[in-house]
């Protein structure tokens, strides 16, 4: 079973940056799919980045970065030059699968986060 904590959210103004944390707990962490996901109010979930591909949305590519700590269990995301459009809850995902099909689909994903709330003002 594996169990996931976001941290880092807040209220930042545009132009600004927050890193966000996901935590794990649980065995063989290294080897899970994980991903960064987003809700904003009256929205679908939405897929923003997901390691070990880096793969990005075109919405963050070039303005977010994924990375991971195995020796942590955690997987980060780097947020910078933010725009109030990317205020939403963001979620950690993982899956103990590696394979590219569905990846950008929150059905994907057996584990989830509870979401840190992301707010970024004008």
């Known amino acids: 079973q594996m169990q996931l904590v976001e941290s880092g959210g807040g209220l930042v103004q545009a132009g600004s940056s927050l890193r966000l944390s996901c935590a794990a707990s649980?065995?063989?962490?290294?080897?899970?799919?994980v991903a960064w996901f987003r809700q904003a109010p009256g929205k679908e979930r939405e897929f923003v980045a997901a390691e070990p591909y880096t793969i990005y949305s075109d919405s963050v590519e070039g303005r977010f970065t994924i990375s991971r700590d195995n020796t942590k269990n955690t997987v980060s995301l780097q947020m910078n030059s933010l725009k109030p459009e990317d205020t939403a809850v963001y979620y950690c995902?993982?899956?103990?699968?590696?394979?590219?099909?569905?990846?950008?689909?929150?059905?994907?994903?057996?584990?989830w986060g509870q979401g840190t709330q992301v707010t970024v003002s004008s």
């Open positions: 649980g065995r063989g962490f290294n080897t899970y799919l």
């Open positions: 995902a993982a899956d103990l699968r590696l394979t590219l099909a569905g990846l950008k689909g929150p059905g994907r994903y057996a584990y």
